[in-house]
């Protein structure tokens, strides 16, 4: 019987292995004909970014500012006890022959500083002394220099009390405010010598006044011209004197000083008024 009409049934041997069906090319699109077929495949959003990094500058200022204090701190301890023996010392020769100041009465001193003062004109040996713990910073070598030391226990409170006279007043008092600004001396290849400045407020006294900022012992004063003359007081009698630990304070302008400064300048004025 005859098979039914049809293709003959293929032999599995002489059957031949179906190419893969082609893939079509994506078709370009877009005017300039698109993108190439294999480019890079989009970028994928990443996560959003995080809030921006605060500066660190105000706490490097927070942290220099502790290690400041921490700084005067320690040396204010370290001369504690300088600061009374060489005031015990110094208050001990007052009632011998050195005694007593050619440039001012001890009543003015006590009345402008508040207390009781002992006064001594220093040269020779007792300047050497009390050399360590006296603001030297203006009118340094002043021919008439004392020390004022409070009378009875020794409670840092002091004053120094210099007088120059002579023509060129004017000039020493403009040289003695510049240095006060802080200078710096070029040395050549590079190199600079600074000195650090301690120049305070003008203030209305004399023929012009300016006032001083702290020094490590917190003693702060003023310079003063009446024609000729001049007149420095730096004094530690506000606050606790130079025996405590001087307290740090910023004024209206932002800058750190002492908190005593102020005071100081404005008893060093008053007590200046009453130098001959």
């Not at 006590?110 to 050399?131: E, F, K, P, R, T």
Request: one cysteine or more; glycine letters at 16%.
């Amino acid at each position: 019987m005859n098979a039914p009409y049809g293709p003959p049934p293929q032999d599995p041997r002489f059957a031949r292995q179906q190419p893969y069906p082609q893939q079509p090319y994506p078709q370009p699109h877009g005017p300039g004909g698109g993108q190439p077929p294999y480019g890079p495949p989009p970028q994928q959003a990443g996560p959003p970014p995080g809030p921006p990094r605060k500066s660190s500058t105000g706490r490097i200022l927070l942290i220099a500012a502790a290690v400041f204090v921490v700084l005067v701190v320690v040396a204010g301890f370290a001369v504690t006890r300088l600061v009374g023996g060489i005031a015990d010392k110094v208050g001990g020769l007052a009632g011998g022959t050195g005694a007593g100041c050619d440039a001012v009465a001890a009543a003015d001193v006590d009345a402008a500083l508040g207390g009781s003062y002992d006064l001594v004109q220093l040269g020779g040996g007792i300047g050497a002394m009390a050399a360590p713990v006296l603001d030297s910073r203006v009118l340094a070598g002043a021919p008439t220099t004392c020390w004022a030391v409070e009378s009875g226990d020794s409670s840092g409170r002091l004053a120094r009390i210099a007088r120059y006279s002579g023509a060129d007043a004017t000039a020493r008092f403009a040289q003695e405010k510049t240095t006060a600004k802080g200078t710096t001396e070029e040395r050549g290849n590079g190199l600079s010598v600074s000195t650090d400045g301690y120049l305070g407020p003008d203030v209305q006294a004399g023929d012009e006044a300016f006032c001083t900022t702290g020094d490590m012992l917190g003693s702060a004063g003023a310079l003063v011209r009446r024609g000729d003359t001049l007149v420095y007081v730096s004094t530690t009698a506000a606050g606790d004197g130079a025996a405590s630990v001087p307290q740090i304070g910023v004024d209206d302008s932002g800058t750190v000083g002492f908190a005593t400064d102020a005071a100081n300048c404005r008893l060093a004025v008053a007590l200046a008024a009453k130098v001959s």
